[in-house]
């Protein structure tokens, strides 16, 4: 392939450039806040399982303490319906009587008895909606500091998707001056080696791949005319010829 040598030093300029790309892409896919992201999600979907088993703890006790509640004010009423038959003298047998009042003595054993679960569970539950509150205030820490995060990420990409544009403006202007095969050889090259196409021959180094030009490569390459597109036998990539080749 032959092309002018003004046009292979523009594929040194077009490589810079397709560099500079490059790596402000790589700085974009790759923020500083990726990692203390994944860590605080997954802190978080830990703390919101153990949220979502706490609320249903909390939901079972408090129907619990309801069922308890209901329990104490159903053998209240009915002791206070005893006391007022007894009250009202509508019991006038000693015995009924008698049996009346251990029926209320048996009522107030039953009445404590319900108390003291009634102050169990709510205890119970008092103790499980204050580690509900924790886990949803580890929640709303863990929200807030992933929003800063990801606004300071978002503010990054945007910042540098405006260097990309700002870059990558000036890549058409570079591209006019490439023959479009030798372009296209360009592009094959970067796809196939990890973005470097071409490198100057510079001080009898590949400026691709950074290695040395032995003497016979070097001799032949002198010996080639300036519009051959020469090619590194090591590394394939475009050698463009540069005052400073050592030649």
Same mark, same amino acid.
């Given at each position: 392939?032959?092309?002018?040598?003004?046009?292979?030093?523009?594929?040194?300029?077009?490589?810079?450039?397709?560099?500079?790309?490059?790596?402000?892409?790589?700085?974009?896919?790759?923020?500083?806040?990726?990692?203390?992201?994944?860590?605080?999600?997954?802190?978080?979907?830990?703390?919101?399982?153990?949220?979502?088993?706490?609320?249903?703890?909390?939901?079972?006790?408090?129907?619990?303490?309801?069922?308890?509640?209901?329990?104490?004010?159903?053998?209240?009423?009915?002791?206070?319906?005893?006391?007022?038959?007894?009250?009202?003298?509508?019991?006038? =047998?000693? $015995? #009924?009587? *008698?049996?009346?009042? &251990?029926?209320?003595?048996?009522?107030?054993? /039953?009445? !404590?008895?319900?108390? @003291?679960?009634?102050?169990?569970?709510?205890?119970?539950?008092?103790?499980?909606?204050?580690?509900?509150?924790?886990?949803?205030?580890?929640?709303?820490?863990?929200?807030?500091?992933?929003?800063?995060?990801?606004?300071?990420? =978002?503010? $990054? #990409?945007? *910042?540098?998707?405006? &260097?990309?544009?700002?870059?990558?403006?000036? /890549?058409? !202007?570079?591209?006019? @001056?490439?023959?479009?095969?030798?372009?296209?050889?360009?592009?094959?090259?970067?796809?196939?080696?990890?973005?470097?196409?071409?490198?100057?021959?510079?001080?009898?180094?590949?400026?691709?791949?950074?290695?040395?030009?032995?003497?016979?490569?070097?001799? *032949?390459?002198?010996?080639?005319?300036?519009?051959?597109?020469?090619?590194?036998?090591?590394?394939?990539?475009?050698?463009?010829?540069?005052?400073?080749?050592?030649?």
């Amino acid at each position: 392939m032959n092309a002018d040598p003004a046009a292979q030093l523009r594929l040194l300029d077009l490589q810079a450039l397709d560099a500079q790309v490059d790596q402000l892409r790589h700085v974009r896919a790759n923020p500083p806040q990726a990692a203390e992201i994944k860590d605080l999600l997954g802190k978080r979907a830990d703390v919101d399982g153990r949220l979502r088993d706490q609320r249903i703890v909390v939901d079972d006790l408090a129907l619990a303490q309801a069922k308890a509640d209901a329990d104490v004010e159903q053998v209240k009423a009915r002791r206070t319906r005893d006391r007022e038959r007894m009250d009202s003298g509508a019991i006038a =047998d000693p $015995k #009924a009587l *008698e049996r009346m009042q &251990q029926e209320l003595q048996s009522l107030e054993r /039953r009445i !404590a008895t319900l108390e @003291d679960e009634e102050l169990e569970v709510m205890e119970q539950l008092e103790e499980a909606q204050s580690a509900l509150a924790e886990l949803t205030s580890a929640i709303d820490e863990l929200d807030a500091r992933l929003g800063e995060l990801a606004t300071a990420r =978002d503010e $990054k #990409a945007a *910042e540098l998707d405006a &260097q990309i544009a700002e870059v990558s403006a000036g /890549r058409a !202007a570079i591209v006019a @001056d490439i023959p479009d095969d030798l372009l296209a050889l360009y592009e094959k090259l970067r796809a196939s080696k990890g973005g470097v196409a071409v490198g100057a021959l510079r001080a009898r180094q590949c400026g691709g791949c950074q290695l040395a030009l032995d003497a016979g490569e070097l001799a *032949e390459i002198r010996a080639t005319p300036a519009d051959r597109v020469v090619r590194h036998e090591e590394c394939q990539r475009i050698l463009v010829r540069t005052p400073e080749s050592g030649l």
